[in-house]
């Protein structure tokens, strides 16, 4: 409720329009309805193209499709992250229209391929760490972001870095995905003027400490310009670039 | 060096317009010069009204007084964060001229007041978080942004948060600063669509472990589009944010 | 042993009511029958409805069958929490009464229905918490008070939390139920003067290091009027929420 | 706003008693006025006795002056904490009717004096957890609660906690601060059918890491019946303890 | 080599009973044979009735029958310590006399009965803890002492353990296993003055961090006389209370 | 109170020789009394010439003054432990006879030299660790045990530690101090089939966390007869060091 | 590219020998290529026999064979670590030369024996440590090294190290592999002076933190000399060992 | 005691030309003087031109100059590292010859200047690290290798520290210190085929956990080639650095 339609309420109630018994009914929700949060929500949605994300860890396959049928009756993209082979078959075996990443474990149900608006650089330290980066990239184009890729650049190949500068430098936000030592974004934002969204993965061994290592180096960066999300997050590192390239876009 | 001047300066030696003494000398420094990292430092520093920020801590208040003396010969508003009492001292003892202000630690040297672009909010939970929220609001003015400042808005007073979500839903970025359990920031992602770039503080005590209980909380939003820098980085909260904010604002 | 019973057996053996053999007899004991430990925990149970809980970690089915085979005689709604599918048949192969809630892991033997006394409100954050949560909801309802669950209601959607905050505020004491960041037990306590019991759960991923960050969260709320269980307890906030629910009811 | 008021003020507009710009002033904060936040901090001030808590540590002495001159001129028994001697020395400075508890760390400013209602303990486990112990009694009973202390009792001298037991089994709920290895709230809860809160202490040294060991050892408490709160937070448990005693003595 | 041996040796050379060309072969290993670590080791067997034992996790089962093999040559009651079924197996299937503790997953090969000395008491807090009481218990009663074993007396049932406090008293050594919240050693202490070895265990969840809450207790013990092995060694207090419980009975 | 002369009361009741009155006078205590706590306490103090160590820290001067005041009554050799000059300014003070030992940071109040029993080793790694095994030494020969010092044995010299290897061999118990990489005691424990009662320092810097790494170290032990006390705490390893030694010795 | 053939390339320009086209061919990588990044991969790769190691946890067993296809056309004894079960079954069904070493987890692609410059000890703690050391010391004899094993020497067993001390004291440099309390590599820098990489492995149980214990206790080694690698990296440290003794051996 | 004075001295005793009894004597210490550890330390003081560096932390100045004064007897440039003004001023007031730099924290004492061998290259990645930095390059200084420093290089300025990329190759061996994310290291590993070590050091703030995550970092190295010492352990690392340059350099 905006305040021009509680004023158009108010303004119905002295012309006695409305009585005072239906707008208590209609004010009786305001503290939270008023609080537009649902309306935020769907305006979230009709905007950027998609739903909120399901996140699928703890849920049974069987909630997990409940939950994506309600959600793909409005929209379209509606995302599953950390969707296991079981979650997958679930979905399968309703007949939802839906794409299976198993790699990145992600399932985009009622999947509509749109033009990507700005540019989102995924960029990914080593192999192992693909399926986060492939996480955050499908992602990103889900919601409506033209993605480009860049793989196996970390900074014991400086050089295969160093070689997609110009890219780097054309985006309106990268994402940076790395393991081990968790390098490459302070290495990134220190030679390209762009926020850099880090995204620490559980890739190592010992003393990673399942990513916080890399965590921990990122979150102290000697180079300005890099903010960083859960170990292993490659959806929310996407989500907040594509909030970042679609205000730039003026998409949203 | 683009690949143009490249080929152009090939081109030249072929035509024998450039000998290959004269072209040795210029490829001499290209594994590092061709980089442009100096380059796109002066780029940045134009383009944002900025040079690099000078990081107080370990260093003696003499090197901070060189190193800022060399850098506003070319800049405005040279940044000193972490500036305690001696090191304001010293500066004011050289005679360069500067702004300090005490309780965000933070030294404006050459400082030049410009109109800001664009909407950054730097939100902070409680009054102890001021100091932190204040050096972020300082830098993101300084760097040539519209800053809009909402205080005391903690998640045990939710409604004074709540009463500044328009305020919050105009940001095209929003720097969420909280100590002790953190919660702020996911609250304002759950509700407005905009990136928020959270700054744990070390504001708390015990279990507060000097802001790594925020830390995680932050990490952890269950709430997407929050990204997180180090404890008490007001900085470098502030330095993504106008990034961020010059992009959508078509400065950089 | 009161004072008085003790001035009572010290006057019969001046009086000679008693030998001294005989007051030998009854005082050697004195230290910790007089302790009145076992007759605390009948008591309690007696009081309660309950005898002491099984906790099924670490214990054969055997054993567990065993030690309910023994409570059941004296007590009905005995509680074996942690029981997996193993302890689950084996109670069931022993032809014990029981019910068995998979979910929950909990296993009621001798069930017995009753009328809840008061009002416990059992909210939790997400789907992924339901397990935690419905725990704390049994084994509270066994222990014969009334509970009211409020579901996925964490901070990201805060609005369903809003909706329900009258019947929070009814609540003689509320126990919430929440992993990741932990924000719902600070955000209930700032709007609701009731006691919270916060039960942090393991859901999450990476630097929720298994709910370590929604505890500390917890521990570190803003809003006073929470307190902490240990991670995953759903069933020690509800033997607590229970304690006092029942005080407030006059039951204890 | 109540319902009540809120159906008061549309029936005055529908009346003409009320213009449709005046309702619109009043209804201008109603998202969150409406919430009721505010006035639940009110009401609870008028059951309680007491405003919010000021939380002392980083905020300056001047600020903390400022806080208090404005709540008690609503409020009598506004509590301070963590006042070091400069607030203490500040709010004597300004003239402030105030009571100082420098052991305690506490400043109750307006003190007035009241009966308790029902019955808080507060344990302490030995002589250096007084500090915080103190601040849970002093605390309590300015919110008006009944409190009886029962120091150094640790698990030590068993016999001098087991001596106390019938005042512990009188309590409403016990608030038991320890430090070390923090086992006193396990033993009272093993014996003594209340709610007990425990308080950790930072007493202690090298493992003890400053109270994370006394934390750890109360939330794995074999004993049910066991809630926690944050190191040395005296103030915390004392206000939890403070709503449950209120319920069952029938205050709020 | 004892000093005599070596006088000897001497005498032997000057008298040309033996060459320096012997003499220096005998004494090339001197620095370490003279060190007397394998002799020291020779006569810890033959004093206390076993060998070194070996640690199974991270070897083969063949390797641990070879070790295994090789020892009982010499020595009797050969410990094996950490044995899963594949060990157990294997041990069985190379035909090597021996008893297997499955619970305590302890192999006792050429095993031979004795009358223990003295008096070591093993407390178990639960009934979770036994496996690795049980460790201890079998250990000590494999090198020679005469062992009592106390059960389920952990701190929320405080009667049971004072129940058993003259056994207690009457021990030269009490080996104290317990998990949770690790109270119990503490509490023995309290009231018993005999040497205590604590041993945290595994049990519990949560914030028990795999142990890591009992030790923590345990080291920060208020009452003086505990000491503390790692987590679930019930062989390595064993080991402890063995020698001291042989010096007070004077065996060694 | 010893069921002697507890029947022997209840005889003089019986008899007329002691009045009810004047029993229950004595028996008031009883329920704790009788659990023999302060017996114990008292026995140990007879046997052992000291009393309950007073642990200084978070107390203040007074406090500590007006507990050695009152232990010195009935006891000579009382400890006060981690006492700061500021202590021993108030003892000193306040007229006590005692004697200060302040590199041990100890307090012998009311001194009184005694012959020790049977041999305790106390064995230091470094100089820095010093201040800790001196106040082990100290509080070993207080308690009336023989005690001889090694210093300055880490493994970085080992040949130092192995020229003591008799002493070590002949002592009843071994006091092991360390700091860094604490692999002292583990050497110790290898060549002496003696217990070992390790002591962690807070020597060290860097990745030591405070004696972190030495704790641990010590812990994992890979020569069994190890076991470990808190950081720094040498009082506590020279008590269980005296219980052990005077077992031995056939003192208690 | 050196500046030599730099140079050259650039005369064959001026020449007319080479095209500008074919010219910025082969300048086109040149901002990385004359990094030298490649080139030093090169080097590296003549010079010590083998290629940059491919680290096979979480890479598919499809990708290592694709890896290894193409690095074993310009390299013989490509290294493959941490290569399990799958990895080696798809390797060999791929029909490419190699090595498995299953205990070490470790494939040589394109085995080809040489013989080893200088001189590598492995020195291993324990039996459980064998697998890290091996990887460790295939690695190293891959590498062109000369490289002797010292088994089971822990600290425990202190002689059986001694033995070996004059084979230590001719190595150029010494790789010691230990878990548990990690106490080797200082002893072995204490009598030894050669430089020492420390290996912690996950060797242990409880406080051994899968091999944190033995990482810290090696970063604190009192004596100088020792420097430390991630846990259970066997292969990074025979790296580095390599590239000293090539060094000491004039190899590199 | 080598093996040819042993042989000498039993010739010595079958030719009558030492008695049993002198042999005796002088064999008496053989045990650990045969494993020749003071006589190794001796040689590396010999070869290495400096004795045992004095730790100062937890040292008195009076202790400090007492072991000075012994040590400089034999010896010249002898290490006093961690030296605080206090120890400096004693050293100054004892009137050794010496060389005090207060930044490093280090005293040269009995100093003598001598032509360093080899080449050690010391990079800093920024001025903070400097004084680790200067420890590490004045002790290998003192320790008669080259030293070339590289200061401010960090990876936030990459191309600074690409531009000594030829310097780097040539070293022998490079010590990279580093504090916040500590990616330097890695970085250099990643381009230069020599042995790196890396020292983190305590620069940085918040989640730099007082150099950990630096630590971490290092530790996780992606290029393999680096081995790591304690924060800020300049001393450490220069120590190894001249082991290996000096093997290198033939020296040792």
Redesign the interface.
């Known amino acids: 409720m905006t305040?021009e339609t509680?004023?158009s309420l108010?303004?119905d109630?002295?012309a006695?329009r409305v009585?005072?018994d239906d707008?208590?009914r209609r004010?009786?929700?305001?503290?939270?309805?008023?609080?537009?949060?649902?309306k935020?929500?769907l305006?979230?949605a009709l905007?950027?193209g998609g739903a909120e994300?399901v996140?699928c860890?703890?849920?049974t396959p069987a909630?997990v499709v409940a939950i994506l049928e309600r959600l793909i009756v409005d929209h379209v993209n509606v995302l599953a992250t950390?969707a296991d082979d079981a979650v997958a078959a679930a979905v399968a075996a309703a007949g939802l229209p839906h794409a299976w990443h198993p790699g990145a474990r992600l399932i985009v149900a009622r999947p509509e391929a749109r033009d990507g608006v700005g540019l989102i650089v995924v960029a990914a330290?080593?192999?192992?760490?693909l399926p986060v980066a492939e996480e955050a990239a499908l992602v990103a184009e889900a919601l409506g972001n033209r993605v480009e890729r860049v793989t196996d650049c970390?900074?014991?190949?400086?050089?295969?870095l160093?070689?997609h500068?110009e890219l780097l430098?054309e985006a309106?936000?990268i994402v940076a995905v790395a393991g081990?030592?968790?390098?490459m974004p302070?290495?990134i934002?220190?030679?390209?003027?762009?926020?850099?969204?880090a995204v620490?993965t559980?890739?190592?061994?010992?003393?990673?400490?399942?990513?916080?290592?890399?965590?921990?180096?990122?979150?102290?960066?000697?180079?300005?310009?890099?903010?960083?999300?859960?170990?292993?997050?490659g959806?929310?590192?996407a989500?907040?670039a594509s909030?970042?390239n679609q205000?730039?876009a003026k998409i949203?």
């Open positions: 305040p509680l004023r108010l303004d109630i002295a006695g009585t005072a707008a208590m004010l009786r929700d305001l503290p939270y309805a008023d609080l537009g949060f649902a935020v929500d305006h979230r905007r950027a994300a996140f860890s703890g849920k909630q950390r330290a080593g192999t192992a760490d970390g900074v014991a190949g400086l050089h295969r160093l070689a500068r430098a309106n936000v081990m030592e968790g390098a302070s290495v934002a220190g030679f390209v003027d762009r926020p850099v969204i620490p559980s890739v190592g061994y010992g003393t990673s400490l399942n990513g916080l290592a890399a965590l921990l180096a990122m979150l102290n960066s000697c180079a300005p310009g890099v903010s960083v999300v859960n170990i292993d997050n959806y929310g590192a989500h907040q909030q970042i205000l730039v949203r």
